[in-house]
């Protein structure tokens, strides 16, 4: 028998810790382990599917136009050869917020100074006990508006402070741009 310590792709510590479990389990056992150990890491995701991003690019709409603006933005990343993902407020995984260490969040106000409705899963979970601390975190926020309405970009700017708040890093300041912008003068 090969000696697993000289095979193994475990470290040392690691194989200290479960060689005595091993010596314990009768032959059932161990085939039953290997079984479920194959099946196990033939569910685990392929290196392609476990690639991390470089910017999690998030889109936070009420009428398409901050998903408009965050494609215009992935299609510009995609051409600097940039690894990103772009993903609806309210399609994004809490459990795994934040996936990416450069977090840029696209995010419209609506009614009063409100989030898109799209929107409110993550702003709630932001501001709640579970949120977590974001210190690895960088991100950069662009708010849109309109104008006409007193709370202007209100929604980008709760994200903005909030996202600072739990420790994230700004990369750049908030921008804030009117509903009828053009997209090249904010990129």
């Given at each position: 028998?090969?000696?697993?310590?000289?095979?193994?792709?475990?470290?040392?510590?690691?194989w200290?810790?479960?060689?005595?479990l091993?010596?314990?389990?009768?032959?059932?056992q161990?085939?039953?382990?290997s079984?479920w150990?194959?099946?196990?890491?033939?569910?685990?995701?392929?290196?392609?599917e476990?690639?991390?991003?470089?910017?999690?690019?998030?889109?936070?709409?009420?009428?398409?136009?901050?998903?408009?603006?965050?494609?215009?933005?992935?299609?510009?990343?995609?051409?600097?050869?940039r690894?990103?993902r772009?993903?609806?407020?309210?399609?994004?995984?809490?459990?795994?917020?934040?996936?990416?260490?450069?977090?840029?969040?696209?995010c419209?106000t609506?009614?009063d100074?409100?989030?898109?409705?799209?929107?409110?899963?993550?702003?709630?979970?932001?501001?709640?006990?579970?949120?977590?601390?974001?210190?690895?975190?960088?991100?950069?926020?662009?708010?849109?508006?309109?104008?006409?309405?007193?709370?202007?970009?209100?929604?980008?700017?709760?994200?903005?402070?909030?996202?600072?708040?739990?420790?994230?890093?700004?990369?750049?300041a908030?921008?804030?741009?009117?509903?009828?912008?053009?997209?090249?003068?904010?990129?």
């Amino acid at each position: 028998m090969i000696s697993p310590t000289t095979t193994s792709p475990l470290s040392a510590p690691d194989w200290q810790h479960l060689q005595p479990l091993l010596d314990r389990l009768t032959p059932q056992q161990l085939n039953w382990l290997s079984a479920w150990c194959r099946e196990r890491a033939a569910a685990a995701p392929s290196a392609a599917e476990r690639e991390p991003v470089d910017i999690l690019l998030i889109a936070a709409s009420q009428t398409g136009n901050a998903r408009r603006v965050a494609e215009s933005l992935r299609d510009q990343l995609f051409s600097a050869q940039r690894a990103v993902r772009l993903v609806n407020a309210g399609d994004l995984s809490l459990t795994e917020f934040p996936e990416s260490p450069l977090v840029v969040l696209i995010c419209a106000t609506t009614g009063d100074g409100d989030a898109p409705e799209e929107a409110l899963p993550l702003f709630h979970f932001l501001h709640s006990v579970q949120a977590p601390s974001l210190t690895e975190i960088r991100y950069a926020v662009l708010a849109l508006g309109n104008r006409a309405y007193p709370q202007f970009c209100q929604a980008g700017k709760n994200f903005d402070n909030r996202l600072h708040a739990l420790g994230a890093q700004r990369i750049l300041a908030r921008a804030e741009a009117d509903s009828d912008y053009c997209c090249g003068q904010v990129f």
